[in-house]
């Protein structure tokens, strides 16, 4: 092995060089997350004026249908922000509501759902008017499902059985 003595000007120019060649990375990196938060945050705010574009007439009547309550400016905000966030749920309002949302039905005939690790899961609505039957007021199981898919999956072979 060769031992390659550099002058001092040498030394700093390579060094130089190799800063910049890892800056230029380092920049390049950088303006790739901050697309991809773009584009995040773009899907976002446009699936959030989707719902704020349904009438708060049209979702209280949703709620009614459903919930025996009263029906306030803050329960209409809540249900269209849960339905916005793509969590999963078996209330039933929220469910209708996702259905005037095209984005949120990734493929024909099923709905997705982002669960707390970053997995994205899409079930069958069939499996979904299931789920809201055998879980209403199960809330430490839907809790357990929102965690990761691997939970979710579990839940579901378990109900399968």
């Known amino acids: 092995m060769t031992l390659q003595l550099l002058s001092k000007p040498q030394a700093i120019r390579t060094t130089q060089k190799t800063s910049k060649m890892h800056f230029k990375q380092f920049l390049s990196t950088l303006r790739i997350k901050e697309q991809e938060e773009q584009t995040a945050s773009l ?11 349904i009438p708060n007439t049209k979702v209280a009547e949703i709620i009614k249908e ?4 009263k029906v306030t400016d803050t329960l209409i905000e809540s249900y269209v922000e849960l339905a916005s ?7 039933p309002v929220i469910c209708e509501l996702r259905k005037y949302n095209k984005l949120d039905t990734l493929v024909e005939g ?3 759902y982002t669960l707390n690790d970053g997995s994205v899961i899409a079930i069958n ?12 007021n199960q809330n430490e199981i839907i ?15 378990r109900i399968g059985e």
């Not at 899907?43 to 574009?53: H, S």
């Open 85 to 91: 966030s793509n969590i999963f749920s078996v209330d």
């Open 125 to 136: 609505e069939s499996t979904q008017d299931c789920l809201n039957k055998l879980l209403h």
């Open 143 to 157: 809790e357990h499902m929102r965690q990761s898919k691997e939970n979710f999956l579990y839940v579901l072979e």
């Open 110 to 112: 099923k709905l997705n």
């Open 43 to 53: 899907v976002e705010e446009v699936t959030k004026e989707i719902y704020e574009e």
């Open 66 to 69: 459903y919930h025996d309550v």
